[in-house]
């Protein structure tokens, strides 16, 4: 069965990094999607993604937060200059159509912030 | 913010169908009930969804009132493998790309 993969599964740095957690969705998926998940809350939308551009954002996804497709099978969201606050649990998902298909859900990477 | 309410824990005997219910009363009639789950920390895990005829699959059945405010997931047969948060989700559309906002969901405890 088709699944969504992520890279890396967890991920240590510095206060102020650069970190860049990287997607490979289902492959004949067109809508992508990431969240996140602090530890012991609740799973938060960040940012939608489809044709090359980001559809919606959350107020969350601010200037620190990028997402890219840099090579048609990877997608990637990029965290800056990282905060602590931004130790989470990173779920990438695709879903093949826009409106009513399913979202298919990576097992995650976990970001820890020292 | 969601647009569901759910009761915060349940539980169910193991081989007894579990029955989650979920609130919706603002749906919009456009808009999709969607079901997941989460395993501990691992990825929220598609179950089911539905629009307002009650569907059913390999994992659950879905029962949507007629007016459509209200839910319920059904479990026929759980076991102890179950035990989850599950989440009742409304699709929030806006133009080409519907997002699935999570609540805080229902923590199912499945007991031997």
């Known amino acids: 069965e088709p699944e969504v993969t992520q890279t890396p599964s967890h991920q240590v740095t510095q206060m102020g990094q650069e970190v860049i957690l990287r997607c490979v969705p289902i492959s004949n998926h067109l809508y992508f999607y990431w969240y996140r998940q602090i530890l012991g809350q609740k799973v938060e939308f960040l940012v939608s993604f489809y044709n090359n551009e980001i559809s919606e954002k959350s107020e969350i996804f601010d200037d620190q937060f990028s997402v890219e497709r840099p090579d048609g099978s990877n997608f990637t969201l990029k965290i800056r200059s990282t905060k602590l606050e931004d130790s989470a649990m990173y779920f990438c998902?695709?879903?093949?159509?826009?409106?009513?298909?399913?979202?298919?859900f990576g097992e995650g990477s976990r970001l820890t912030v020292l | 913010d969601a647009k569901t309410t759910q009761p915060p824990s349940m539980d169910c005997a193991e081989g007894r169908a579990a029955n989650l219910p979920c609130n919706h009363s603002?749906?919009?009639?456009?808009?999709?009930v969607y079901w997941y789950r989460q395993i501990h920390s691992q990825g929220p895990q598609y179950i089911i969804h539905?629009?307002?005829n009650n569907e059913t699959n390999e994992m659950a059945s879905l029962i949507i009132t007629e007016d459509r405010k209200s839910s319920t997931l059904i479990l026929p047969h759980a076991t102890l493998r179950d035990t989850a948060v599950y989440y009742c989700i409304v699709r929030v559309v806006k133009g080409s790309q519907g997002n699935l906002i999570f609540g805080k969901g229902t923590k199912l405890s499945v007991k031997p």
């Open positions: 539905g629009l307002k």
């Open positions: 998902a695709s879903s093949r159509t826009g409106l009513t298909g399913e979202l298919f």
């Open positions: 603002t749906i919009s009639g456009n808009e999709y």
